[in-house]
């Protein structure tokens, strides 16, 4: 498990691009036969990945939690986005599709990982959190998640967002995850850009070709960085920095926050005015 410790804006101010992307930059997930880890701590959220090729990969408990099971103290959410798989947790079986999630609740023991087709295996995206209380292991489809349509083709920022745990539909204790779709034509999110003081964040990108790239913007509103992330490559963003994207191409990105609460309109807006 990668651990990686909390920054100040201040700092932050200073770091060059090396700097910046080992701080926050997360570029070697999806290996096949391996489940990787990054814990942060900021907000204690760890994200990872799991890519059963051969065999099956279990969750560790990792000597970093000094816990039994790797959920004894937390909750996961998991979202494929690879071929076919199945997640076995406590002997219960959960097929995953491409899109497809699921969430497992503290307490839960045993978490395996497999795929259906080794050529084509699954490849599946890991967010967790302390818990505090037990809440239901829930599979859950894109089709039957609550969808919200931003931005314009003028804006170059026409988006899908698609809720996949949120008070209301899948709860949680405090983690909330989901995914933007970028229409055909479009390469921006999240512009004009926003802060929320009271939760952290950490951006997956995906469905970019090999030779196609995202700059991610970053920093305090007066004083951004950008990192240039590629397919399937994760960012950290902690709660004084902008997060915001532009591609070479359209992307689609798994989202997922932690912190005080999980009221998905909780955002500071920034003016464009006061960009710098």
């Known amino acids: 498990m990668d651990v990686r410790y909390a920054s100040s804006p201040i700092d932050v101010k200073g770091y060059d691009t090396t700097r910046l992307r080992q701080e926050f930059l997360i570029e070697d997930l999806f290996a096949p036969d391996e489940l990787k880890t990054v814990y942060s701590h900021i ?8 890519v ?10 990792g000597d970093e ?6 959920l004894e103290r937390r909750e996961l959410g998991v979202i494929n986005i690879g071929g076919a798989g199945t997640i076995t947790v406590d002997g219960m079986k959960y097929p995953l599709r491409y899109k497809d999630g699921l969430y497992v609740g503290m307490g839960a023991g045993d ?3 497999e795929s259906d087709n080794t050529d084509n295996p699954a490849m599946f995206y890991l967010n967790s959190a302390p818990a505090h ?13 609550a969808k919200v349509e931003l931005g314009s083709q003028e804006a170059s920022n026409h988006r899908t967002i698609c809720k996949y ?25 999240t512009m004009p850009c926003h802060l929320h003081e009271r939760r952290m964040e950490v951006y997956l990108y995906f469905n970019l070709s090999d030779d196609a790239v995202v700059f991610h913007y970053m920093g305090e509103p007066s004083e951004t960085r950008h990192l240039v992330v590629r397919n399937r490559q994760a960012v950290i963003s902690p709660s004084w920095s ?15 926050m932690v912190g005080e609460n999980q009221a998905f309109d909780d955002m500071d807006a920034v003016s464009m005015n006061d960009l710098k």
């Not at 907000?43 to 799991?50: E, K, L, P």
């Not at 902008?242 to 997922?256: E, V």
């Open 43 to 50: 907000d204690r959220i760890i994200t990872g990945s799991a």
């Open 52 to 61: 059963p090729v051969m065999q099956t990969l279990s969750l560790p408990s």
């Open 65 to 70: 939690l000094h816990a039994k099971s790797f």
């Open 111 to 113: 978490v395996i990982f």
């Open 133 to 145: 209380r037990v809440y239901p292991t829930t599979l859950i489809k894109p089709e039957d998640c």
């Open 165 to 189: 745990i949120l008070p209301g539909q899948v709860g949680s204790c405090q983690l909330v995850m989901g995914m933007t779709n970028l229409m055909p034509g479009n390469v921006w999110n």
């Open 242 to 256: 902008i997060h915001s994207a532009s591609g070479t191409q359209g992307y689609s990105f798994i989202w997922g």
